[in-house]
């Protein structure tokens, strides 16, 4: 080897010297990070809702949202049941209720992303087409769906006990629109 | 040396290191197949394939670039550089097995031309996470691929030693974008320390090695030597030389080999007309001072090659004055033998000398 290309192999190696690791550190650096498994909202959001009813799947949560600051008609209703002559909720408080309810679903773990979420409306059947369609379930993360028609707010009305007991009673189904197949359900029955 | 040009002038030690090559290539991928299967049974053909040739390419490419300091610093590891363009050839043709399944997976599905998809399908170069590293694959591979078919003697005669020289120097600007073709791509995903890791230690031995190396070089590029009278300048003692074998200085900017053959002393210029080696590394073999690299030849009075061959070396002027040896910096022309009655030496060693 002759001096001058000893002199060049010196001088690219030191000039590799800075830009190679200049390039591993910022590449380094750029490596996006990781996405975390919390939750992308916080509970903090819904300050006026509190839960009436919940379930946790492991995997997947099923809070059922009550707006009380504009829900404070259930003393009402409670009182209006009071009444044992009338054991049926009067349309008009029942419509004012309709729209406070909503509910939350948080997505821990599930990895399928072509879940849809139903409420069972039409009980004697299974057949998805006939219930009602809240939503899609994506990626990690909060979902709220308004329930919009009265969840089968039953008020219940048992005579034989001394309390009247007024209870939330919803079933939902997680369904796999590409596997076609309902992968699970969730049936709440929770006094109010 | 031969006359004329044959695709690979076979011999004991090529056969020995191609089946070195070739057993360390294939238990390497059998190897990261088998671990893969085990580990990743999930991954398909095309994605091991993929993995496994730029795995085994990037670890080639890192023994082929040490080998040349590791011969600068220590003389052990000659025989690997003797053959050396058989190792970059070798990773040439794994590097292009990687680059063509890449180009097929990730570009051939769609209704673009795949080199154009390739350039095309992503124009992030303001993200260094999103950056298009498969660009720089591709242009290291056609270095590599230059390097791999201009690696033969033909070549290195027809293109000229001095354009021969600085396109296979373009190895060390393939090694970078490699390098950066690593991180911007597959580290980015795979976030395991341990990839980078690897990549980080292969490039502080890389640099290490060669700044070492190159630094000792310096240093004896800048031994200074005192003038003497009429040119000759004092480089060592005369009983410092072995039989057959060479001492180098350098004077003036050039190294240059002084022999003792024969009980002679003889100068010629170091740097083997063949692709540079150190024929002062070399020996005498046959009455001919034979370059350690690739065998090529010099006799020691004129620095011509013997016949048939016809590469010519600087000769120089040297002479042994009360035990003590001077050395003409100024060459005589290339195949001229040096400006002494005896043709190489101007006193002959004697016992009474030494």
Known sequence: ?192 | MSVGYAAVGWNRQKKIYDWLIFGFCVLYLFTFVGLTALFNPDYTFETVLIRSTSTLAVLLLHIILSIGPLARLNKKFLPLLYNRRHLGVTMFCIAAVHGVFSILQFHTLGNVNPFVSLFTSNTNFNSIAGFPFQALGFFALIILFLMAITSHDFWLHNLSPKVWKTLHMFVYLAYLLIVMHVMLGVIQYETHPVFVILVSLGAVWLIALHLIAGTKEVKKDNQKFDPAAEGFVYVSEANDFEEGRAKIFCIDKERIAVYKHENKLYAIHNVCKHQGGPLGEGKVVDGCITCPWHGYQYLPHNGQSPPPFKEKVSTYDVKLSEGKIFLNPKPNPEGAPSNSPEGGELYPLTRKDE
């Open chain 1, 1 to 192: 080897m002759t001096r001058s290309l000893r002199k060049r192999h010196l001088q690219i190696w030191a000039l590799w010297a800075v830009l190679i690791p200049v390039g591993i550190i910022a590449a380094w650096m750029a490596v996006p990070k990781k996405v975390t498994q919390e939750l992308l909202q916080s509970e903090v959001l819904r300050t006026n809702d509190d839960t009436i009813a919940f379930v946790d799947k492991g995997d997947y949560s099923i809070n059922i949202l009550l707006d009380w600051s504009k829900a404070n008609k259930i003393p009402l209703l409670r009182k209006l049941y009071d009444e044992k002559d009338k054991p049926e909720p009067t349309p008009n408080v029942m419509d004012s209720l309709k729209n406070e309810f909503s509910l939350e679903f948080i997505n821990k773990e599930l990895n399928v992303s072509s879940l849809l979420l139903y409420q069972v409306t039409d009980s004697t059947t299974n057949d998805v087409d006939k219930q009602e369609l809240l939503g899609r379930i994506g990626g990690r993360g909060s979902r709220y769906f308004s329930l919009e028609l009265p969840p089968n707010l039953v008020l219940g009305h048992d005579h034989e006990f001394v309390y009247e007991e007024r209870f939330y009673k919803a079933k939902f189904i997680l369904y796999d629109i590409i596997k076609k197949q309902a992968i699970d359900s969730v049936i709440f029955k929770t006094p109010l």
